[in-house]
């Protein structure tokens, strides 16, 4: 790849054009991401966002930022896990924060967010105590400078938790290509009347880096005790890194 190119799933484009293909892809599914979500892990994304809030270990009235929140899962289930979270939910896209603004209300929860590039935080520097970035991490152009974003507005001590879609055990890769490749974009045709959206979601995950890797990614932005936990045999990992 080029300086000014990156992955958009198994294509490589121009960095400047992702920003829109990527916000192309969210425009499309986000009023059927939720129930995509359910069906394409089977409820399990679910279980693996209530495992990262356990890992949190968060005291009361922690400051927390949900980066690339879009439908608000991981925001309502932090209000849920404890009232005197100060959360703020960011989004590049209006469409996901606005489907997550209406499950939050209608769960009774006021939560503000703002619509921001994660590559650009509109924040203080050493204001959070968490940042989290459910599946929001592999979209982005630079994660490098996202992540330098994230180190910047964690107050030391702060933590960072990342889950994202990783890469499975070995033995089980080829199986999970298969049902992958053909399953998910199969469901995002029939449920969503949207394949290409979720032929691109298989691919931006073999294109995201492996569990080693982000891990020294992180630790390149000065984020230290950096580890790493797999979930449902790699398909997901949770990294986590703090700022001292
Ligand atoms: C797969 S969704 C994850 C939503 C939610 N966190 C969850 O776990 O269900 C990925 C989100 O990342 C957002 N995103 C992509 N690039 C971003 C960026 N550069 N800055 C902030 N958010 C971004 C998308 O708009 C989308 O809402």
């Not at 890992?55 to 690339?68: Q, V």
């Not at 490098?144 to 938790?161: D, F, I």
């Not at 990783?166 to 033995?171: D, F, G, K, R, T």
């Amino acid at each position: 790849m080029n300086p000014h190119e990156t992955k958009f799933g198994f294509q490589t484009i121009k960095e400047s054009e992702k920003v829109e293909r990527v916000g192309k892809v969210f425009n499309s599914v986000s009023s059927n991401y939720d129930l995509m979500n359910n069906l394409m892990s089977l409820g399990l994304h679910n279980v693996w966002k209530k495992i990262l809030i356990d890992t949190s270990s968060l005291k009361p009235k922690a400051k927390i930022l949900d980066i690339a929140a879009g439908t608000a899962d991981l925001t309502l289930a932090f209000a849920k896990a404890n009232k005197s979270y100060e959360i703020l939910q960011t989004d590049i896209n209006h469409s996901m924060l606005m489907e997550g603004q209406k499950k939050l209300i209608n769960n009774g929860e006021i939560i503000p967010a703002i619509t921001c590039d994660a590559e650009a935080l509109p924040f203080p520097n050493n204001y959070f105590d968490c940042v989290t970035i459910a599946f929001g991490l592999r979209n982005m152009t630079k994660k490098e400078v996202a992540l330098r974003e994230v180190y910047r507005v964690l107050s030391p001590g702060g933590k960072v938790l990342i889950l994202e879609f990783s890469h499975i055990y070995q033995p089980l890769q080829k199986i999970y290509d298969t049902l992958s490749f053909k399953i998910i974009p199969m469901l995002g045709k029939f449920f969503a009347k949207d394949e290409l959206s979720y032929k691109y979601l298989v691919e931006s995950i073999r294109v995201h880096p492996t569990q080693e890797e982000l891990k020294t990614m992180m630790e390149a932005e000065a984020f230290e005790k950096v580890s790493y936990r797999n979930l449902s045999a790699g398909i997901v990992a949770i990294h986590k890194g703090y700022k001292f």
